[in-house]
């Protein structure tokens, strides 16, 4: 049994090599239709947009913006994807004697949201810095903190700054595998304009988001900061956000827009699917007689035609890996844009085997009533 | 490998209501060893009548015995086998795979016998390319050949996993004079090594070279010729 199948595989492998024209047209135009079908696929008529997520918890989402090319819309797309969008960094503030107010993505929608103060006052010169709740158990009105971070040119800045208000909301709290790390807010002066921008505090080195990571701020302890007051800090807030995990630090994520060039794609695709379903059609067609040679030499009808067609399958299948590989390395480069999934490549590469077994299938049971002599001697 | 047809009747409608009964209570013994020519004008029902025997055309009524067995009790499957068991077939316009080469072509029996193992393939099919002087054309492209020449390969398909009927259609048919000996000749030689041959053919000359003629008549009977 196992020899006849090496007899089989080893007269079809023949053929892949001796009948290389048909092969290779099979081959080359299921190359052309996989490319064309994954990059359809890939963009399913969207184009990419990249937006780097400063991190990624399972319960929220902490993004930082790179520039400034993204609407509102785009971030409601990432949150959909995640679900709750935390903050986006460095968010336009505006403050008077009672209330800040902030211009911040939270639960899916855009919205202004109002802190009022606790403590203090606002800001008013850019050596002043505004912080939160939960950091006013730190610090305290007057007191110093020397903040690092990034501003909105991405150029660092390390600045020494004095509190000058305690804001009414509250930190996000989690633990990491290298540390205990609070998520704050604090409210800073960057270029004589107020922003909201994320902070940090951390036991140890917790954060390691890498070193360029805009809109969060780092605070350093003072003399004040006592250990066994900042244990009861981390252990206050930490069962708010229990369970919160990291899952991703400085993600590249992309969202999509609508493609315009969908309509090229789409014509592409049909040419082809045409040119491929044409090289199928062809390739059986010319074999009507080995078929009938196969049945009069001893073959049953379904092993006859699998034995002449699986070369143009295998030839198939390949044009198809090739196809979807340039595809995605070109995808990868940047070169054209495209959402790279397993699910879109492995579609792919069952359409196309099932295009060519339905059409071979189809030729295949039109035959099966002829005459295996007629098969042989009568063209069509 | 006896072959004995009892009553057998061969029927198609051709389209309409018209019914075409080329073959009509034909009763018919072939043995071991036997060579047997068959003539008679075109469209009588000759190839018909070989396609029956060789498992490829399915009979109206009457029965068929391969060495006693009726074929009616015969699946697919086992049709298949006997094809490729028993008979070996020699059609007109010899019934090469033009896009392979020889040892392809002749390799295509040895694919379907279970018995028969890669590791032999070249030997088998060496012998059968001496047994019709084609040996050195074993790795040749068949569309290279002359029509002679394809007519010995397909010879040497047919004989390569030694079955014990040749079924020869005409085959002579699209050949020259000089050819047409080739050919014949070998199939007598096969025949004086033991094998059953039946030959399908307009050549009296052919047939008269033959152990035993059958004639078709026109109510469809096939009667022995007085040689
Ligand atoms: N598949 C078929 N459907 C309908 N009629 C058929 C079919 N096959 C053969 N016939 C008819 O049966 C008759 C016998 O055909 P057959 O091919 O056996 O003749 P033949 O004796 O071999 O003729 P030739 O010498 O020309 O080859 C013919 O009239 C033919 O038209
Ligand atoms: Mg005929």
Known sequence: MAGGILKKINYVLKDLLTD??????????????????????????????????????????????ENEDYTYSDIEKLTREYGTLHFV?????????????????DKFLADTISYSFKKGKAIESDNQVIISKSLGKLYDIGDTVKVSGYDMAGTP????????????????????????????MLIVDLDDELYLADAIITTDNAFYGGDDNMGIFTLEPNDKYESDVLESLFENIGDVSDGNDV???????????????????????????????????????????????LLLEGAGYTEALMLIKINGLLSAVLGSVVGETVSIILMKKGILDGYISLYYSLAVLLIIVLLYMG????????????????LIERDI | M???????????????NKKITPLNNVNFRVNKGDFIAITGPSGIGKSTLLNIIGCIDKITSGQYFLNSINTDDYTEREKS?????????????????????????????????????????????????EDVNMADYMHRNVNELSGGEKQRISIARAIVNDPEVILADEPTGALDVDNKDIIVEQLCKLNERGKTVIIVTHDLDIAGRVGVQYVFNHAGQLLQADV
């Open chain 1, 157 to 184: 800045i390390e600045k020494k700054k004095t509190v000058c208000g305690i804001l009414d909301m509250d930190a996000v709290y989690y633990p990491t595998g290298k540390g205990n790390l609070i998520y704050d």
């Open chain 2, 81 to 129: 086998h006997v094809r490729n068991k028993y008979f070996g077939y020699v059609l007109q316009n010899n019934g090469l795979i033009p896009y392979r080469n020889v040892y392809d072509n002749v390799s295509v029996p040895l694919m379907f016998d279970k018995k028969i193992r890669k590791c032999e393939y070249k030997e088998k099919i060496e012998k059968a390319l």
């Open chain 1, 20 to 65: 290389k024209r048909e092969n290779f047209r099979i081959f080359i135009f299921s190359v052309a239709l996989s490319f064309v079908g994954l990059f359809f696929f890939c963009n399913m008529g969207y184009v990419k947009k990249h937006i780097r997520l400063l991190e990624r918890l399972s319960n929220t989402v902490f993004i930082t913006v």
């Open chain 1, 359 to 374: 059409s071979t299938l189809i030729v295949g049971a039109c035959w099966k009533r002829e005459h295996i002599i007629d």
């Open chain 1, 89 to 105: 960094g460095h968010t336009g503030v505006m403050c008077d004697e009672n209330v800040c107010e902030a211009y911040v993505y």
């Open chain 2, 2 to 16: 006896i072959i004995e047809l009892k009553g057998v009747k061969k029927e198609y409608s051709d389209g309409k």
């Open chain 1, 247 to 293: 899952i991703g630090v400085n993600e590249e994520h992309l969202i999509y827009e609508k493609n315009q060039k969908k309509v090229f794609v789409i014509a592409g695709l049909i040419v082809g699917l045409s040119v491929f379903l044409g090289s199928i059609y062809i390739s059986v067609i010319r074999r009507r007689r080995e078929l009938g040679v």
